[in-house]
């Protein structure tokens, strides 16, 4: 007899949530403040917390412009953040910069200013997401990279790096003396990503696009959710947003559990999950690589009258 999955499942409720996760549901959005769901939420629940907060830069979900409130939001779940993370668990935030017309704020020095006086985790890596688009600056040079904090809870927090390799960029390079000559120098089954990763942003075209203002790509989410959680294991972002870090969890056989003050980002998130369940939702697979221009199509060409060109 095959068994039917367990249902998502959309709350208005703390308590209805966890009991949701509890009895297996798959996908679980808390409709509130993720600060009343942390507060409720057992010790050590979380295999990978895995967030992009608002960057209080003026969207419709930001209640403020002032990068204190940021630090104050922080830091008031930050204790309940860390305690859900099980012991060889794994944080990971990822934030761009609070600009202001004359000044930039990293907000990973933020985030870091109120996690690094916690003592349960610990600074693995701080990855700079670079991407190809964006707004062009005309007073500083134009912002085509944000970072992700990724903290590990414990001295040895999960990491798989075999699930994430990339290619190497000489698959067929072999050792030409030495004791391994002969052999193949780089790993057969990929390199190791790096912690600089080349994933495009979710603009207006891209695939993914809904109409959320902020989302992060399935494939940023994805990369972390394979290297930092086992299969099975509990993934909970509490901005939940579009349920972009979901649809990663149940891509690679996660149970998800997510928060969102705006109901309407949680429907956003319940419909891409129907979406998913039946091979419908669009994104863009993990392995792809990025377009290069072959210099062939009309729009790589230089036009005649661009007089820049012809310096050496
Ligand atoms: C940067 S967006 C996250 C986008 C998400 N990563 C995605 O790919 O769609 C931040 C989200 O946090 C939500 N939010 C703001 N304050 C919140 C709070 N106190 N509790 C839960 N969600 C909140 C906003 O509604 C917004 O959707």
Not at 153 to 158: A, D, E, L, V
Not at 255 to 282: K, N, V
Not at 286 to 292: E, F, G
Request: net charge positive.
């Amino acid at each position: 007899m095959m068994l039917s999955k367990p249902d998502p499942v959309l709350t208005n409720s703390p308590v209805s949530a966890i009991e949701a996760v509890r009895a297996g549901s798959p996908f679980v959005i808390f409709n509130g403040d993720c600060a009343t769901l942390l507060a409720e939420m057992a010790s050590g629940c979380v295999d990978l917390f895995v967030t992009s907060p608002p960057y209080f830069m003026g969207k419709s979900y930001d209640w403020s412009y002032r990068v204190e409130d940021f630090y104050k939001d922080v830091r008031a779940i930050a204790p309940n953040a860390s305690r859900i993370v099980r012991v060889g668990g794994n944080m990971a935030w990822q934030v761009g910069y609070h600009v202001t017309d004359s000044n930039l704020l990293p907000l990973d020095f933020a985030i870091h200013d109120v996690f690094r006086a916690d003592t349960s985790i610990n600074l693995r890596n701080r990855i700079i997401w670079q991407f190809g688009h964006g707004t062009h600056a005309k007073r500083r040079f134009s912002g085509r990279h944000e970072m992700i904090l990724w903290y590990g809870k414990g001295k040895n927090s999960y990491f798989d790096l075999d699930s994430v390799r990339v290619p190497q960029k000489y698959p067929g390079k072999k050792h030409y003396k030495g004791p391994r000559k002969g052999e193949y120098s780089g790993n057969p089954n990929g390199k190791n990503p790096s912690d600089v990763w080349d994933i495009p942003n979710v603009k207006a075209k891209h695939v993914e696009k809904t109409a959320h203002p902020c989302q992060f790509p399935i494939a940023l989410a994805q990369r972390l959710v394979r290297a930092l959680s086992p299969t099975g294991g509990l993934v909970f972002d509490p901005f939940n947003g579009s349920g972009t870090s979901g649809i990663a969890a149940c891509l690679e056989n996660r149970q998800f559990l997510g928060a969102d003050t705006s109901i309407d980002f949680c429907e956003i998130a319940m419909e891409r999950y129907r979406q998913l369940q039946a091979r419908t939702l669009p994104y863009r697979p993990i392995d792809r690589p990025i377009l290069q221009p072959s210099g062939r199509e009309a729009v790589a060409k230089t036009p005649p009258h661009f007089a820049f060109q012809e310096q050496d």
